[in-house]
């Protein structure tokens, strides 16, 4: 969708080039994350796509055009744009923010109005409420919101976003990329995202391109980035803690386990007997008739259960569940925190999807780096 | 006391002689705002020529009035009329407004024209319709700076040729009629007052009130 | 018109006008200086700080009073002469020079007065370390101004016989005689250029030694 052609940038007041010789492909409905230190062209490399910057040699092209041979006043109504100071407009009220491309684009004005409502909504914002505001009374997370409607209002296919959500608290900006992931799966736009946050690139990118000195050092997806970065600065960029970093990219349903022993909350003690005789594990999830969830028992509890009857007082409920959209990060820190081997992931309120156990985590991670470290040789670096 | 007397049994002569202020005053302030904001948008993009036009204009406004209006009538063709009187008041107002208008346009937060220029506008329509209104503050208060200054030196005017309030002033001094002197002063005073008030309400129609109160 | 005739104007009486004028700028601006600096100062001293935004607004507003209705106020308390030139000239210098100094006081960081303090400098020394030298460019600013515009209003201390470059321009009106009026304007707007060139450079020095 987006291509980059041996890209270079110079300004004459830089030996270096800021941007070269760049080469790379961004896919239809994907999010690409520039990342790196700052000064290594990713902002360059984002605004020569709606030339704001013209590159001194190479070719970009955007759905097959070349970007360079169009009226630039036509490519920019066509690709949304968001940078990280909003750059509002601060003498027009929020409707005519949003409005401006469509109207550059002369829509009617009843499309337009029906476009904002629906932008607004779809960012989180209450139309009526909002609409006749003035930015200046807008806070840092509502102004960033109308800054993504108002690149959205066209309906481009494409959208460039400098650093969206760098100018915001942390709450705020956790909540924005949430919102914005979720946008993202409706919508499905191509994006190219520039950000100095390595855990931001991570969150928010389908694939990340890592740029070091105008050069394109690593374009890959968030998993083989933290597995296998390909030089030591990129092992450098990441950081120390990349392992904690796969957890929290590895989503729970990669050591999900949907069949394991379970036993009947109706059951005879002999047979739960039975069933931890031929377990490993200390404890065993209880379910009832319908397969619902009811809790656990531990193994040292039957061995004090005496009699055959009144096993199941012993079951004890699971202090916490784990939705199927959940990290391994979240359920590491939920085992830590209720210092528990396993937890049950639940989708919705009563559908048991499953179990997750921290040996699972340990040995697929350990298992993840090792095949790295082995094919790691063949691997090509960009 | 006198001079109440003296306003109160002359209202019509006053009321003539403030009409006069007015009217050249509106001739000389639409001239000034036409030509001088036009060249501060000229010269907006280029920081030598505005440095220029600058160094002429503050030189010009070093001029004493006295010496400027005496420079013009001394030019064949303007003499002693009403246009160097307007020639005057609009060379004076050079300097503010085009300062204002140049600072102002140049002011614009530089994210506000990335997102402008990123969404596909062109350079003129950013100029009409994020630019000029952004600036509108400013400029409108280079334009009031003009104004109340143009008030003061209308007074001066009397000396070549215009029938003013500048001329209550001018013949009591001549003939040393101190409440003459004083309605004139006084009278000249609140015209500059009202202006104030007048710029507070254009202020009103003219600014978005998403900026309103952001430029004092 | 006749140049030559001009220049005939310029040695006849030129230069003994140049320094009448440049007297009556002088001395009215020395005045000026050596009384609204210490008004401007006590302005913003206790008890009378409390009052100094009034005070500017004031001082702006008798600003906008034309420079013609100042001379010619005290003619019929004063009457007419040098004296009565001198004492107009002076009021009306006195305006830009207090209003900058009070503003300029009034404007240097409170910061770096709260540190003067906290250091345990006494107001005395505050004021003549501190807050003179870091408004001395806006003091400066309004000196220039007030020179600029008395350079200006003394053209009118004719009108009250106090002398000066006005003679040449306003007897050159009534008479008609184009080459006094262009004679007397070109010296009195370059005697004014000068000075707010001079005076600007003194300016640009000062700020310049202060901010680097």
């Avoid at chain 1, 909540?175 to 950000?195: A, M, P, S, Y």
């Avoid at chain 1, 409920?317 to 820190?333: I, Q, S, Y």
């Avoid at chain 2, 969404?119 to 100029?127: C, T």
Wanted: charge should be neutral; aromatic fraction near 6%.
């Amino acid at each position: 969708m987006i291509q980059f052609n041996r890209v270079t940038k110079r300004y004459s007041s830089m030996a270096r080039p800021a941007v070269d010789g760049l080469s790379l492909d961004v896919r239809e409905g994907e999010t690409c994350v520039f990342v790196g230190p700052s000064g290594c062209g990713k902002t360059t490399t984002l605004k020569m796509i709606n030339r704001i910057f013209e590159p001194t040699a190479g070719e970009i092209f955007v759905n097959g055009e070349n970007v360079l041979t169009q009226d630039q006043d036509q490519l920019r109504q066509g690709i949304g744009y968001v940078i990280q100071k909003t750059g509002l407009f601060p003498h027009y009220t929020v409707f005519e923010n949003v409005a401006t491309v469509p109207r550059l684009l002369k829509w009617e004005e009843g499309r337009v109005a029906a476009r904002v409502r629906e932008l607004l909504e779809l960012v989180g914002l209450d139309p009526d409420e909002n609409m006749q505001k003035f930015p200046r009374e807008l806070s840092g997370g509502q102004s960033q919101r109308v800054g993504v409607a108002r690149a959205m209002a066209a309906d481009p296919p494409v959208m460039l976003m400098d650093e969206p959500f760098g100018a915001v608290d942390p709450i705020t900006r956790t909540q924005l990329q949430n919102e914005f992931l979720t946008l993202q799966q409706k919508v499905r736009k191509t994006i190219c995202f520039v950000t100095h946050d390595i855990d931001e690139a991570i969150k928010m990118g389908d694939r990340i391109a890592i740029m070091n000195h105008g050069q394109l050092v690593q374009y890959d997806t968030p998993e083989n980035l933290l597995l296998a970065p390909a030089d030591d600065f990129v092992a450098e960029f990441i950081g120390s803690d990349r392992s904690l970093k796969v957890l929290s990219l590895l989503p729970v349903r990669k050591v999900l386990k949907r069949q394991f022993r379970m036993v009947s909350e109706t059951a005879e003690l002999s047979t739960v007997r039975a069933s931890f005789d031929a377990s490993e594990r200390n404890r065993l999830v209880v379910e009832d008739e319908r397969g619902n969830l009811v809790g656990y028992v531990s193994r040292s509890d039957m061995d004090k259960a005496g009699s055959a009857r009144g096993w199941n007082r012993f079951i004890k409920p699971f202090p916490a569940f784990l939705p199927p959209e959940a990290t391994l990060r979240d359920a590491l820190a939920v085992m830590l925190q209720h210092d528990i081997g396993a937890v049950p992931v639940m989708e919705g309120r009563r559908r048991f999807m499953g179990m997750i156990y921290l040996d699972d985590i340990r040995s697929y991670v350990g298992e993840a780096y090792q095949e790295r470290d082995s094919d790691s040789s063949t691997q090509e670096g960009a | 006391m006198r001079a109440l007397r003296y306003f109160v049994n002359n209202l019509d002569r006053i009321g003539g002689y403030a009409a006069q202020h007015a009217v050249l005053i509106v001739i000389a302030i639409v001239i000034a705002v036409v030509v001088w904001v036009s060249v501060g948008i000229m010269v907006r993009n280029s920081r030598r020529m505005a440095r220029g036009v600058l160094a002429v204009a503050s030189l010009i406004m070093s001029v004493p009035s006295v010496a400027l209006y005496g420079i013009l009538v001394s030019i064949p063709g303007l003499g002693l009329s009403r246009q160097s009187a307007v020639l005057a008041l609009v060379l004076y107002a050079m300097l503010p407004i085009i300062r204002n208008v140049y600072v102002a346009l140049n002011g614009v937060d530089p994210a506000v024209m990335e997102a402008a220029r990123g969404m596909g506008m062109s350079q003129r329509r950013i100029l009409f319709r994020v630019q000029l209104p952004l600036a509108t503050p400013v400029i409108l208060a280079g334009v009031r700076v003009s104004v109340v200054m143009m008030v003061g030196i209308a007074t001066l005017a009397v000396f070549i040729g215009e029938r003013n309030l500048g001329v209550l002033i001018q013949q009591g001094l001549v003939r040393t009629r101190s409440d003459m002197i004083i309605v004139g002063a006084v009278i000249v005073s609140v015209f500059a007052v009202f202006i104030d008030y007048l710029f507070n309400k254009l202020e009103r129609v003219l600014v978005s009130p998403g900026i309103r109160g952001d430029a004092s | 018109m006749n140049w030559e005739r001009l220049l005939d104007v310029v040695r006849e009486e030129g230069l003994q006008l140049v320094v009448q004028h440049l007297e009556l700028v002088g001395i009215s601006l020395f005045i000026a200086i050596i009384v609204a600096l210490p008004v401007g100062i006590l302005v913003t001293r206790f008890p009378l700080d409390r009052y100094a935004p009034q005070i500017l607004a004031f001082l702006n507003t008798a600003q906008g009073v034309p420079s013609l209705a100042v001379v010619a106020i005290f003619l019929p308390i004063m009457g007419i002469g040098r004296v009565p030139s001198l004492f107009a000239l002076t009021i009306y210098a006195l305006l830009p020079i207090a209003r900058n100094t009070i503003a300029g006081i009034e404007g240097v960081d409170p910061d770096v007065m709260e540190a003067a303090r906290g250091m345990g400098m006494s107001p005395r020394r505050v004021l003549l370390r501190i807050e003179l030298p870091l408004a001395l460019p806006v003091i400066i600013a309004g000196i220039q101004t007030s020179a600029v515009l008395t350079v200006g209003t003394a053209t009118l201390a004719h009108l009250i016989a106090g002398g000066g470059l006005g003679r040449l321009i306003f007897s050159g009106i009534s008479m008609h005689r184009p080459e006094y009026i262009i004679a007397g304007s070109l010296m009195t707007a370059a005697l004014a250029i000068l000075i707010d060139q001079v005076i600007g450079l003194i300016h640009r020095w000062i700020s310049a030694r202060y901010s680097g």
